[in-house]
Structure formats: C-alpha cells, structure tokens
C-alpha cells in the first residue's frame, strides 16, 4: 500500500552540485522540511536508506495538531481518501475499560502518509535519491560533506546545510547520542486479521508495566497494532508473546497469527548532547525522542521539520553562524516542552497501579480526559522560529 515513489535524479547528477541543504531520511520531519524549504525556493535534495513505500512501527494516529499540519503541507486530499476517523479511544488495564471521546483524530497507514509526503516535496521542487544510506558527515569552511552510500557506490554530497531527519537509531550526524536512564522501550508493530475484535472507529490501549498496546480495528478486519515494550520486564518473550499476554491480562484474545510480520524499533527514549551544530540541525526523531503513549511523535516531526525550514527562510546564505542557538531554543521551546510531558505521563503510567488509576480516572471523569487530549493536540508556532 501507498505509491512507489522513484528517485529524480542520478547519484552522479547528485555529486556534482553544492546543495542548499540535503536532508537524511524522508519520513515525517524529512519530507516536511522539505516541502516549505522547497516553496521558498531553496535547492534540497531528500534521501532515505530505504525504497517508498516502506512501512514503520507507528500506531499511526494523528492529532488535531497534526492534522492541521498537514493541510498546509497540501496532502490533505490523501489524508482525507485513505485516513479512518476515531471517535473514541478505549484505554484498559487490569481488566477495568474507561472509554474516551476524541474529536479530529484519525489513522492512517504509514506506508500511505510518508509516500504522499515525499510525492508532495518532489511536486514542490525537492530532488530525491532513493535507497541511499548517509554514512558519515563532516564539516568544512565552506560546507558540510556527507558521505553515502548509493546502489553500492560510495559517493560524497556537498550542502550548505545538513538537515539530519533519519529517526531513531542512526548516528551518521557525528552528534553523541545518550540513552536514557529510565527503562530500555523498543516498539514492535503488526497487522494481523482480527475481525471485530476492537468496535471500528477506535483506538485502544491495553497499558500494564510491561509496556503498552496500541490498536485499531479496520473495516477489513485487519488490527493494525503498535506495542512499546519494557526490554527489561519482556526480554524472556518474543514481541508476539508479550503483546498477547499484555492483552489477555484485558481479556482481549489476540487469534494466533503465524503469518503476520513483526517489525521493531531500536530503543525509543533517546536524547543527544545538542540538536544542532556547524552546518547541521536535527529534526524529528533523530533530534530526541520519549515514547509513544501520547500518540504526538508525527506532530513532533512535523512541527520540528516546518520549524527548522523556517529558520533557514530568513536567512540568505542558509547557514548562518548563531543559528545552532537559535535552533536549539526553538526546539526546546516547540517540541521539547511536550517531550518532556510525554516521557512523564508515559513513565508513570507504566508503575505498579498507576494504569488502573488512569483508568479509573477516565470511568469518573471523562471530561478531564477530553481535556489533556485537546491540551495534546493544540497547534504548534513553528514559524516562530523567526523571532527568536
Ligand atoms: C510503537 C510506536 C507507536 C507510535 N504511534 C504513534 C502514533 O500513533 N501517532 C504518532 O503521532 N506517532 C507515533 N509514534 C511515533 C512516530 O512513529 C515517530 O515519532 C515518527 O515516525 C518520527 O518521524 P521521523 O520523520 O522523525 O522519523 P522516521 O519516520 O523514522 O523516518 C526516518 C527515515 O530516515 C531513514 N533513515 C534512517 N537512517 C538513515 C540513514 N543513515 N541514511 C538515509 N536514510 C536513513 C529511514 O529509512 C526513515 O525512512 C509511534 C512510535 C512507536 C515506536
């Protein structure tokens, strides 16, 4: 599912231009980038290590905020044909249900969002190699020096400015990476067919200490699941096996399903010594990330993605010096504040009763629920970054 997208133009042809800036890894934060640095008339090419469509664990919710990116991002009409809406999410823990209303939030595949968002940045000018991994990046006077890897070709790109979008995992950049101190989480995802196991238009969360589940039900009958799992409390189980059991303790029987494909994440909670650096900002994932139960990490991408290309507007030779500060308190301020709320509602939520509080929390008063989640998916100011 979701069209191939094909590469513009040659490695050759690529080699031999300084680009305005190149970005590392076309999901969310990459093509977004994309998309406004190409409007404003900037030369930038996008790669990714992998071929679109690809698929990636994510439970592919999207919040008002980031529905309202991306309208301005113009992949409305896509999101609008293949999205589901959701009009409740259903959280369980130790076998008690609360049920919570939601307004403008809706699923959509992954495969299907990223392809419509690198075809928009293409459509608006962005050259695109595909199938190429970003080994190394190093800085010189004049520019930055990215060394990839392309249909086993070594080849050295040259940009004014380096957008580093490759998510979670990669160390490419050059910028040290710290785990977290809080438990290891890795995320693991499937589809499986599950008819009528969940009502349709909903989202569920089965949260124990374990970790947590995401799902939603398609009208197909398929259950698209996303599952952020505590390596420490999980390690003895394969990812199917410690779902299932997350979910049996809900009495929510998951059909064995021996050809379903599990795909994982390297660990999620992550932060690095700085977001940006001479000729390099980080976007997206790659420039930190918590944990999913908040479903914000494409609203985090997105925002961080317009933000940085944002920045680069106002300045007419790309890069210019005090702009690693000024990336670094506009992220902060954008998207670190959020994070920052997000690892502590996902880290108490997985202590010993802390999931049946929530729970219990939600049963008696629906309405404080309604209003974090809208406290969640209130719009981003990613062209603030202008002011700082
Ligand atoms: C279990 C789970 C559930 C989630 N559920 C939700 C949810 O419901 N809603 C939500 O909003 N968010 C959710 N998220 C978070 C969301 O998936 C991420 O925050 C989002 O994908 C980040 O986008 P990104 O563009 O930064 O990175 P990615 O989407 O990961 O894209 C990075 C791209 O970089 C490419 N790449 C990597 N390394 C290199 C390299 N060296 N060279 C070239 N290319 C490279 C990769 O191939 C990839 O295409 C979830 C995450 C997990 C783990």
Not at 154 to 159: A, D, G, N, S, Y
Not at 202 to 210: F, L
Not at 242 to 261: E, G, Q, W, Y
Not at 348 to 365: E, Y
Request: aromatic letters at 4%.
């Amino acid at each position: 599912m979701g069209t191939p997208v094909e590469s513009t133009l040659t490695s050759t042809a690529a080699e031999h231009r300084l680009w305005d800036v190149i970005i590392v890894g076309s999901g969310p934060a990459g093509s977004s980038a994309a998309i406004e640095l190409s409007r404003n008339g900037r030369h930038v090419l996008l790669l990714d290590r992998n071929h679109f469509p690809r698929s990636k664990v994510c439970g592919g919710c999207l919040n008002p905020a980031a529905l309202k990116m991306l309208d301005g991002l113009g992949v409305n009409a896509i999101v609008d044909q293949y999205s589901t809406p959701l009009m409740r999410s259903l959280l369980f823990s130790d076998r008690q249900r609360a049920e919570i209303p939601l307004n403008q939030t809706r699923f959509l595949r992954r495969e299907i969002l990223d392809a419509a968002l690198l075809q928009e940045s293409i459509r608006c000018g962005a050259s695109f190699l595909s199938g190429t991994l970003a080994t190394t990046s190093q800085v010189n006077e004049t520019c930055r020096i990215v060394r990839v890897r392309c249909q086993s070709r070594e080849i050295v790109l040259r940009c004014k400015l380096l957008l580093a979008a490759q998510g979670l995992g990669s160390g490419m950049v050059g910028v040290r990476i710290v785990q977290s101190s809080g438990p290891k989480l890795i995320g693991v995802g499937a589809e499986i067919d599950a008819p009528g196991l969940l009502p349709l238009n909903t989202v569920g969360m089965a949260i124990s200490p374990e970790g947590y589940v995401g799902m939603v039900q398609l009208e197909c009958g398929t259950l698209h699941i996303a599952a952020c799992l505590s390596v420490a409390r999980t390690a003895r189980f394969s990812a199917v096996d410690a779902v299932t059991r997350i979910l049996a303790r809900n009495d929510i029987m998951l059909p064995s399903s021996a050809n379903a494909k599990w795909i994982g994440t390297p660990p999620l909670r992550h932060k690095n010594s700085t977001v940006a650096t001479e000729r390099l900002l980080l976007i997206g994932d790659a420039a930190g990330y918590t944990e999913p139960l908040t479903g914000e990490g494409i609203a985090w991408a997105l925002a961080s993605g317009a933000g940085a290309a944002n920045l680069v507007a106002d300045s007419k030779s790309i890069w210019r010096p005090d702009m690693d500060v000024a990336w670094q308190k506009h992220y902060a301020r954008l998207v670190g504040s959020r994070q920052k709320r997000s690892s502590w509602i996902g880290q108490w939520a997985r202590g010993k009763r802390a999931a049946a509080i929530l729970v219990g929390v939600c049963q008696r008063a629906p309405w404080l629920a309604t209003r974090v989640m809208h406290h969640l998916g209130r719009a981003y100011e990613c062209g603030q970054a202008r002011n700082s």
